[in-house]
Each structure stands twice: as structure tokens, then as C-alpha cells.
């Protein structure tokens, strides 16, 4: 209950304990006169509630927290985080481009495409732009750890239906037993006329399944770890086996069919969902998915329960941010440059791919762009003007400190949850931020009086990298890698902060609104 809700129960309480204290009504004449006459000191209190509940109105308004969880919970995959980024996008107005076609591009506008429906470029050009301005950009995935069906995923053990997995970038894969799992991607189908359709596809119902050993089998576990040999041990169950379960059958017409590949129980629920017929289905592309919903938690909700918040979390305050940055007509009547966010597929596996990051979908664009608006093919110079004058804000998760093992944290940089975004530093360029894009990115959180967090790795570990430096190093694009702190990264269940996805939207935005006046402040050769 709000503190309001608090204050009016007890005013509504005292109000009706005095009525209590009288034998008989009050005369109906005295009653009108009450109800003429309010004493100060009950409309100081009725206005001082008034005020509460509408800042406490205002502050749940501006939260995009509950939309943060909805679109979670509808992007299973990286093909439905997309895909949802889609729809919001046409929803606010943008324009969907297509990448063989010829653009059409005028300044005001707002514009995005898709790339293997698993990475997205979107932008909205200001009315002041002129060519040689920059573009601000900010950059996340698509993607998550998980675990995804191989071509050939059938197969049968000790009398059950296995789905046979491979791994997909560095997951905890312990994490993954005894949940409550299911299957999400894409498929191609084969439609009447010959042509071959995509579809995305969603199973909300649990499915699968990879059981632990019992402990009265495996007597050592808890002092030895739990090691599973991640080809054999980690094998989801899909089913009992019947007589006539068999991952056999015959192509129908020469036409390829993946019926002998996937189990027939599997194709079933497959074609009941798309309300196609199984020999329509000629290719599958599936993650296993974790059917438990994303979620508010702990004593006071303040946390963020869900799979794949790294990277959705980030992918959805940069989109909110930008489509909020410029949904009125004015909000671009003043910008100088460019507006873009960028979400990449494969970026938990290097990002070297036609959809990740690695390729130049996004250089490609922003040419394509700066031709569009010059109306004849721009020149070397102006392109590299533009890049000159452009700003990458690369938004990837940040671990936050564990309250269990804080040794594992560099003692001066422990980023905590609730406490703003994280700006990432590495020496050796795991990390693209610098001095200058540091100063930059943080300049934007003082003026708008947001935290901001910093964050080393230690001398004596590893560390990780984002898409920062590879876009960075690609045509020489200034660049901060920063991130939402979190736990339990790359767990099939991750946690951060409620509070932080806030500041995140509210930091990104002012990036899009002020980075501009900002940045020609500032004069580094």
C-alpha cells in the first residue's frame, strides 16, 4: 500500500470513530452546515494528499518497468525481441525501410529496418541536420546464452524422447537443470503456392525438462561440485516413448522436410501452434527457453527477477528512449544530428556474423543515410566528417558486487544494484571507454542529476568485452561502454535492480535530448 493510501485509510478511520461517538444523527439542518464547513486543518490534509497521490501518480507514469517485464516476457528469443522492438516502433510512428530497396529518407523523419528478423537499426533525423553532422548512437544485442536444438535433434534413451542441444555462447549451464523448459525461434514453412513463409513460433507451455541426478546416486556432489558433461548429461527429455515415436519418415516430393530430423511429437506441437500441417514445416531454428515469467521481486519489489536481462534490459531503455526522445513533431526541431540505436544478434559468440555486430550494418546505414540526405552519393569527406562528429554509447550489462563474494570485485569499483548505470574501464581495450567519452556520457548524468558508477576488473582476472570496441575500431567511432549492474549473469535466471532500469531510460534519453549542446562544448584534436 502507498504511503497516500496509508494516510487517507487513517484519515477515512478517524473520521468514521468520531461519528461512532454520537447516540442519535445530528438534525439534518446541522448536517448540511457540516458539510458547508472544512475546517483548515482537514484541507490542509485533504490538499496534502491530493499532491501525494498525484506525485505518486506522476512517478509510476514515467516508470517503464512494467512494459520492461511485458516485453521480456514476450521476447523469449532474439527473433521475438526484434520482433516486438518492430511492432513499437511502427506503433510510434517510424517508418520500416527495407535494406534492398531505395530509401526515401527527409529530415524529422523516423525511420528502421530489420536484419534476419534478430538485429534492428533505428533513427530519427533532426531538422537542423545538414550532412557531415553525426549520429548518436546507442548499441546493445539481441542475443542471450542459451541452449538451442542441433540440425539433428532427435534421439531416444533408456526409453524416453531426448532433444538433443548444443550451447550457445557461455552460459551458466548448471542453472539449466530441473527448470521448466520449452522451445521458441523461427520455422519455414511451405505454403500452397510453393513460396516458403517465416513465422515465429512460442511454446508458453513446459515441455522439456533435464533432470539432476539424485543425491542417493551421486553421494559427493555437494562437496565435490556439480561438473555434468555438458554432451552427454545435458540432454532435455521430452517424452515417454510410445510405439509410434520414431524420428523416421520419408520426404514427400523430393522437398526438404525436417521429419526425419525431429521427433514427430515435437513437429505435432509445433504445426498445432502455427495451425499448419507438419509436412509444411521445412527448417526449424529453436532455443530452449525457460517458461518461468519475468517478475518484480524481493521484500519490496525492488528487484528484477528473468532470464535474459542481459541484453534485453539494455535493448528495451535504448529503444524506449529513443522512440520517447522524439514522439512529438518538436522534439527534433532543434537536433542537429542524428538519433540511432543499433541491436546486434551474436554478441554472445563474437559478433561475427551477417546480423552481429562484426558486420557493417551499421556504417552501411549510416552511408546510406548521409547519401540520402545529400541527394547525390556524399562525398569521402562528408561521410567521415559525420563519423568524426559521432557518438557510440555501447549498453551491455555490468556485474554488480555479489554480497557473498566481494573479493571478486576490484576493492574502489564494486557497482551496486540501484545505484545508476556503470561505466566500464579497461587498459587493454576489453572495454572501448576512454577519458574524453567518458567525461561525455557522464556530463549528460550531472546535468540531468542521474548516478553513474565506474567499473574495473582486477589486475588478476579476466575480463570481457562488448560490442564497444569492435564498432569503435570499425570506422573510428568515439565510444563508452557502460551497463545496468546486475547478478547471476548468463544464469537461465538473472536479478537487477528496478530502480536502475529507470535511470537507464532516463540517462539514455538525455543522452538523445542534450548530447549535442554538450558536445560542442568540448575540443579534443
Known amino acids: ?219 559427493t556432489v555437494n562437496q565435490d561440485g556439480f561438473k555434468p558433461n555438458l554432451e552427454t548429461q545435458l540432454i532435455p527429455l521430452l517424452a515417454t516413448k510410445t510405439e509410434n515415436a520414431t524420428a523416421d519418415s520419408t520426404e514427400k516430393n523430393n522437398v526438404s522436410s525436417s521429419k526425419d530430423v525431429h521427433h514427430q511429437l515435437l513437429l505435432q506441437i509445433l504445426s498445432d501452434e502455427l495451425s499448419c500441417k507438419i509436412d509444411d514445416i521445412v527448417s526449424v531454428e529453436l532455443n530452449l527457453c525457460d517458461t518461468q515469467p519475468s517478475c518484480l521481486g524481493g521484500a519490496n519489489n525492488e528487484f528484477i527477477f528473468s532470464g535474459r536481462l542481459d541484453n534485453l534490459a539494455s535493448s528495451f531503455c535504448g529503444l524506449r528512449a529513443l522512440v520517447d526522445s522524439c514522439a512529438l513533431p518538436e522534439d527534433l526541431s532543434n537536433e542537429h544530428a542524428i538519433r540511432m540505436i543499433a541491436l546486434f544478434d551474436n554478441e554472445e559468440v563474437g559478433s561475427d556474423s551477417y546480423q552481429g555486430a562484426g558486420a557493417p550494418t551499421m556504417f552501411e546505414a549510416m552511408r546510406r543515410i548521409t547519401d540520402c540526405l545529400s541527394h547525390q552519393s556524399a562525398g569521402e569527406s562528408d561521410f567521415a566528417r559525420a563519423i568524426r562528429h559521432s557518438f557510440l554509447v555501447s549498453a551491455d550489462m555490468a556485474h554488480g558486487v555479489h554480497p557473498n563474494f566481494v573479493d571478486k570485485h576490484e576493492e574502489h569499483h564494486r557497482p551496486e544494484l540501484q545505484k545508476g548505470l556503470v561505466i566500464k574501464h579497461n587498459a587493454n581495450q576489453r572495454y572501448a571507454t576512454s577519458g574524453v567519452t567518458s567525461f ?75 548530447f549535442s549542446s554538450i558536445d560542442r562544448k568540448l575540443i579534443v584534436d
Not at 439534518?28 to 475546517?39: E, G, H, M
Not at 534492398?100 to 531538422?127: C, H
Not at 542471450?144 to 532433444?163: D, E, F, H, I
Not at 562488448?466 to 547471476?488: E, N, Y
Request: aromatic letters at 8%; hydrophobic letters at 40%.
Open 1 to 219: 500500500m502507498s504511503t497516500t493510501s496509508i494516510i487517507l485509510a487513517a484519515f477515512i478511520s478517524a473520521s468514521s470513530h468520531r461519528s461512532h461517538h454520537h447516540c442519535a444523527p445530528p438534525p439534518a439542518q446541522f448536517q448540511r452546515q457540516q458539510q458547508l464547513f472544512v475546517s483548515p486543518q482537514k484541507m490542509l490534509l485533504t490538499n496534502n494528499l491530493i499532491a501525494m497521490q498525484s506525485a505518486e501518480t506522476s512517478e509510476s507514469s514515467t516508470s517503464i518497468v512494467g512494459d520492461l517485464l511485458d516485453y521480456l516476457n514476450e521476447s523469449w528469443t532474439q527473433f521475438h525481441a526484434t520482433a516486438e522492438a518492430k511492432r513499437q516502433l511502427i506503433a510510434a510512428g517510424f517508418h520500416l525501410l527495407k535494406e534492398n530497396e531505395k530509401w526515401d529518407l527527409q529530415p524529422g523523419g523516423r525511420y528502421f529496418f530489420t536484419r534476419n528478423m534478430s538485429s534492428l537499426v533505428a533513427f530519427a533525423i533532426g531538422k537542423k541536420y545538414s550532412i557531415g553532422n553525426g549520429f548518436h548512437v546507442i548499441a546493445a544485442h539481441t542475443d542471450s546464452p542459451c541452449l538451442k536444438l542441433k540440425p539433428k535433434s532427435a534421439s531416444t534413451k533408456s526409453g524416453y524422447l531426448m532433444v538433443n542441444v548444443q550451447l550457445y555462447g557461455g552460459g551458466l549451464w548448471h542453472t539449466w537443470f530441473d527448470r521448466d523448459l520449452s522451445v521458441a525461434g523461427r520455422v519455414i514453412l511451405r505454403a500452397d503456392d510453393g513460396s516458403f513463409l517465416h513465422r515465429l513460433v512460442k511454446i508458453t507451455r513446459p515441455l522439456l525438462r533435464v533432470p539432476t541426478l539424485a543425491i542417493h546416486l551421486n553421494r
Open 440 to 514: 561525455l556520457f557522464k556530463e549528460v548524468a550531472r546535468l540531468h542529476s542521474l548516478p553513474t558508477q565506474d567499473f574495473v576488473v582486477r589486475n588478476d582476472m579476466g575480463c570481457g568485452s562488448t560490442i564497444g570496441p569492435i564498432l569503435a575500431s570499425g570506422v573510428g567511432i568515439r565510444t563508452v561502454d557502460c551497463g545496468i549492474a546486475q547478478l547471476s549473469m548468463h544464469s537461465v535466471r538473472e536479478i537487477c535492480g528496478k530502480e536502475d532500469i529507470d535511470i537507464a531510460y532516463k540517462h539514455f534519453k538525455a543522452f538523445y535530448q542534450t
